[in-house]
């Protein structure tokens, strides 16, 4: 009975798995999507989801498996993916959508205000300068 029981905590946790890489993987759709970037940055931004998707994914397979990579690890996290795809993805990517519009609301405000200061500057520079001061 311990052995069924132990199964069904590895099928649980990789499903999960499955379903947290798709919610990284949706975030990061978003994050590019609110972003313009030249093909160069993208592929740069592509490698490190890579490499931040392994870092989130690798612990959990352990944990579970033992890093046993066999065929069935594989096909419970792509059916968390599903699953995710299916039901949660159409939830989540507004709620992303609104915590990036929320992270990017400051810096941009903050770029806008420096934009201001530079033409104000600018416009009290040419001022002095046609008065001769």
Do not use: C
């Not at 059916?79 to 709620?95: E, R, T």
């Amino acid at each position: 009975m311990e052995f069924v029981h132990l199964q069904l905590n590895t099928f649980l946790l990789l499903l999960f798995t499955g379903i947290i890489w798709g919610a990284f993987f949706d975030l990061y759709r978003v994050f590019r999507s609110r972003i313009q970037i030249n093909r160069v940055v993208d592929f740069i931004g592509d490698i490190i989801f890579w490499i931040l998707a392994a870092v989130i994914i690798i612990p959990f397979i352990y944990w579970a498996t033992w890093l046993e990579l066999r065929l069935f690890v594989w096909i419970v996290i792509v059916l968390g993916l599903i699953i995710y795809f299916i039901f949660l993805s159409d939830i989540l990517i507004p709620i992303f959508k609104v915590f990036w519009d929320i992270i990017g609301w400051f810096p941009q405000k903050i770029v806008n205000l420096i934009g201001y200061l530079k033409l104000k500057v600018h416009w009290w520079i040419r001022f002095f300068n046609r008065k001769g001061l």
